[in-house]
């Protein structure tokens, strides 16, 4: 940890010739700001005395990361990282990197933080959305390749259709039925993937707030009870009571964890029991989806690994387990399949705590080492 002691004030220096590149703040335990640098004004438009009567956490989005950026970083963690985005005294909305470490005085007198703020600059800025746009064309290409299939099998039984309803001599709407069942499945499989496209979309502009994690698993359960149904498949959550809090976009978490479980289910061939199972260690959580009756065959899920581990969207990918993963990516997690001992195949989600987890119980992190 960093050791010293800092003290003073904002001096007088001109804006446009800030003496540092970062901004730097020292605040006490209760996060009043005690030292701040040129730099901090120039880039916050704020005083020391200013930032004080505006509340140094309201200047940033969200302010409930903000809060869990200092609270973990006041717990010893080492050190905190953020990107948030920092509202200036002009009403200007600057994204910046944030770093907060604790430190401890030599004279062992009150705990302080250090936070340290760096604007991402416009080129930067650029080259992620340059980056990030160049993924999108790409995907298009996979994506109208996805959609002409359904949108195929939609234009042929539209005129299936149309022929019986003209035909209208026999009373036996069999056909007619079974038609208007493959256009609506197929019209739900189109919205799903322009879906996934659009989430894929917003993830250059992230905002992550603390969830609480048994909640948003038994939404996700809820959100997939009509299709596991259909499949005669009974989802269980297992290990998530007093799990506390995590940091995410529940929407876009929900979408992916969804996109996964249903490639699963589809792998069940008849019926069968799909577990998720909650497990949390000090820094982070892990999510593990298995099927406790082993139905789901080795090929299904070595699919499921390739799906997870291509990077070219030219070349066939499952555009939905695509999304998945690179949603828990920019959460700053991983996703894989993996052999687990007497349980055969894995898919485990690994989500960081160190932005959003709380414990309500107050106890000590507890390890579950059988995931059924």
Not at 99 to 117: D, F, I, K
Not at 193 to 218: F, I
Not at 225 to 244: C, E, K, P
């Amino acid at each position: 940890m960093f050791t010293g002691e800092v003290t003073g004030t904002a001096s007088s220096a001109p804006a446009d010739l800030p003496p540092l590149d970062a901004a730097i703040a020292i605040l006490t335990a209760q996060h009043v700001v005690v030292s701040w640098n040129p730099r901090a004004e120039s880039m916050t438009g704020y005083t020391l005395e200013a930032v004080n009567q505006r509340e140094l956490i309201q200047l940033f989005e969200p302010a409930e990361v903000m809060q869990r950026v200092l609270v973990n970083a006041q717990a010893g963690e080492f050190p905190v990282n953020q990107q948030l985005d920092l509202r200036t005294a002009d009403g200007r909305r600057l994204p910046v990197d944030v770093q907060c470490v604790l430190l401890q005085s030599l004279r062992g007198s009150e705990t302080q933080l250090l936070l340290v703020l760096r604007q991402i600059s416009p080129l930067q800025e650029w080259q992620r959305y340059k980056t990030r746009m160049q993924i999108l064309g790409r995907l298009a290409g996979s994506l109208s390749h996805d959609i002409r299939n359904p949108l195929n099998a939609i234009f042929l039984h539209t005129d299936i259709v149309e022929e019986e309803v003209r035909q209208s001599t026999s009373g036996d709407r069999t056909q007619v039925l079974q038609s208007l069942s493959t256009i609506k499945a197929e019209g739900i499989r189109l919205q799903a993937l322009m879906q996934d496209y659009l989430y894929l979309a917003r993830l250059s502009d992230l905002h992550c707030a603390p969830e609480d994690l048994r909640a948003l698993m038994e939404a996700l359960i809820m959100e997939m009870q009509i299709y596991s149904a259909a499949r005669r498949v009974t989802l269980r959550l297992s290990g998530f009571d007093d799990m506390g809090a995590v940091a995410v976009h529940a929407g876009l978490m929900r979408r992916a964890l969804s996109n996964i479980v249903q490639r699963v289910i589809e792998a069940i061939p008849e019926k069968g029991t799909l577990t998720i199972h909650g497990q949390r260690t000090i820094s982070h959580l892990h999510l593990s989806i298995h099927d406790i009756d082993k139905v789901v065959q080795a090929n299904a899920w070595a699919a499921l690994r390739t799906a997870l581990q291509a990077t070219n969207p030219e070349a066939g990918l499952d555009f939905g387990v695509y999304v998945a993963r690179e949603i828990i990516t920019a959460h700053g997690g991983e996703v894989a399949v993996t052999d687990a001992p007497g349980i055969r195949m894995i898919c485990t989600v690994t989500l960081p705590l160190g932005m959003g987890h709380s414990d309500p119980s107050g106890l000590p992190a507890v390890t579950l080492d059988d995931p059924s």
